[in-house]
T-cell receptor, first 116, second 113 residues
Framework: GAVVSQHPSRVICKSGTSVKIECRSL??????MFWYRQFPKQSLMLMAT?????????EQGVEKDKFLINHASLTLSTLTVTSAHPEDSSFYIC????????????FGPGTRLTVT | AQSVSQHNHHVILSEAASLELGCNYS??????LFWYVQYPGQHLQLLLK??????LVKGIKGFEAEFIKSKFSFNLRKPSVQWSDTAEYFC???????????FGPGTRLSVLP
């Protein structure tokens, strides 16, 4: 149990376009989902926390108008990178927390975004 | 703000050697502690976790970690590593029951056959 999927696994887009990444909890309901960014050979940096049915909470330095997060249901959160630029190229990873009293996060496989 | 440090950026060991990866955090309150592993080309997997109770935690694949509150540490150990343990290892700390989850910078482990 506790499987998290992401789609797509890889995406290449042109500069100026928008890209949507989906994160799904397959066998549990996730009241909270997290979006991370991982640069090559670096650790994961938390971008934002999304709670189902409410606005996401963004970490300092993350542009909320550029990285749109929607958590419309208990099993789906989406991250949309708007007007992507080459510097947005990165590995984006989501995680999900099961229930409000759970401390553990279950991670998705990640999405490799390349902006040309 | 919470910070997590890992002592080594890259560790190289021969098979059967013992492993200890250091992890220190800065938050003085209640913490939840995790070690994750990321094998080449794969996603993060949980190795072990500490929430409360016995500070010596046993995880999967023969790994264990010890929480020493006075040292703000949660070091990962394995008595005898295998080539298949080659991976990136991340320590993570959550404050106050899951809030402010922060990852350490990671330690790359290379095990030579």
């Amino acid at each position: 149990g506790a499987v998290v999927s992401q789609h797509p696994s890889r995406v290449i887009c042109k500069s100026g376009t928008s890209v949507k990444i989906e994160c799904r909890s397959l066998d549990f309901q996730a009241t909270t989902m997290f979006w991370y960014r991982q640069f090559p050979k670096q650790s994961l940096m938390l971008m934002a926390t999304s709670n189902e049915g409410s606005k996401a909470t963004y970490e300092q330095g993350v542009e909320k108008d550029k990285f749109l997060i929607n958590h419309a249901s208990l099993t789906l959160s989406t991250l949309t990178v708007t007007s992507a630029h080459p510097e947005d190229s990165s590995f984006y990873i989501c995680s999900a927390r099961r229930g409000t009293n759970s401390y553990e996060q279950y991670f998705g496989p990640g999405t490799r975004l390349t902006v040309t | 703000a919470q910070s997590v440090s890992q002592h080594n950026h890259h560790v190289i060991l021969s098979e059967a050697a013992s492993l200890e990866l250091g992890c220190n955090y800065s938050y003085g309150g209640t913490v939840n502690l995790f070690w994750y592993v990321q094998y080449p080309g794969q996603h993060l997997q949980l190795l072990l976790k500490y929430f409360s109770g016995d500070p010596l935690v046993k995880g999967i694949k023969g790994f264990e970690a010890e929480f020493i509150k006075s040292k703000f540490s949660f070091n990962l150990r394995k008595p005898s590593v295998q080539w298949s343990d080659t991976a990136e290892y991340f320590c993570a700390v959550g404050e106050n029951y899951g809030q402010n989850f922060v990852f350490g910078p990671g330690t790359r482990l290379s095990v030579l056959p």
